[in-house]
């Protein structure tokens, strides 16, 4: 593999992780809604249970990084075996 193609795959890979980054940062910043007059709903139990719309989100946010790095991971290595790299 030529120089130029080493440089086109390190860039498709960067471009990609900006990407998945950005999406990261505006889940991050979703959780304002918690000190939000948008969010006040957020604030409530959910049914009988001690469990508020806000520690819920928190949860469902961890869990959905976790899969977003790992559909991260995943396509970096179909990239990898599909020729992007020797």
């Known amino acids: 593999m030529d120089n130029a193609a080493k440089l086109s795959v390190i860039r498709a890979r ?20 918690n000190w939000t007059a948008s969010g006040d709903s957020l ?13 819920l989100m928190f949860a ?3 869990v959905t990084f976790i899969l977003l790095e790992l559909v991260f991971l995943l396509l970096n290595r179909a990239t990898t075996r599909s020729g992007e790299e020797p």
């Open 43 to 55: 604030a409530g139990r959910l049914g009988m249970s001690h469990v508020t719309g806000s520690l």
């Open 60 to 62: 469902v946010l961890i």
């Open 14 to 33: 960067t471009r990609r992780r900006f990407v998945f980054t950005l999406i990261t940062l505006l889940l991050y910043f979703s959780f304002i809604l």
